[in-house]
């Protein structure tokens, strides 16, 4: 059984850098055709895909996204890191992690809900 933890700041001023991770249990992150996603909701609406990273460390963005988000991982701690720089309130949202396998998004964090205000 696969479990994503995600963890970070709940508040982030504007401008500021956001910086989220997900621990990943119960799977490698390294296993392969295992894809780690990051994945948004903002108050009302719906998802929104972010970017991810594969089980080789091949990142790809969302294009609209592209020059201010960032994700790495840390294969030792088992860890997928999502960084978004330049935040605005447009950016509060609940941020989730997803373990995606044959186009598949199977296994989900409980999300965590980050607010960017001053």
């Known amino acids: 059984q696969v479990q994503l933890q995600e963890s970070g700041p709940g508040l982030v001023k504007p401008s500021q850098t956001l910086s989220l991770i997900c621990t990943v249990s119960?799977?490698?992150?390294?296993?392969?055709?295992?894809?780690w996603h990051w994945i948004r909701q903002p108050p009302g609406k719906g998802l929104e895909w972010m970017g991810s990273?594969?089980?080789?460390?091949?990142?790809r963005y969302s294009p609209p996204l592209l020059s201010r988000t960032s994700i790495s991982r840390d294969t030792s701690k088992s860890q997928i890191t999502l960084q978004l720089s330049s935040v605005t309130p447009e950016d509060t949202a609940v941020y989730y992690c997803?373990?995606?396998?044959?186009?598949?998004?199977?296994?989900w964090g409980q999300g965590t809900q980050v607010t960017v205000s001053s």
């Open positions: 997803s373990k995606e396998k044959a186009f598949t998004f199977d296994s």
């Open positions: 119960g799977s490698s992150i390294t296993t392969n055709t295992y894809y």
């Open positions: 990273i594969s089980n080789t460390g091949v990142p």
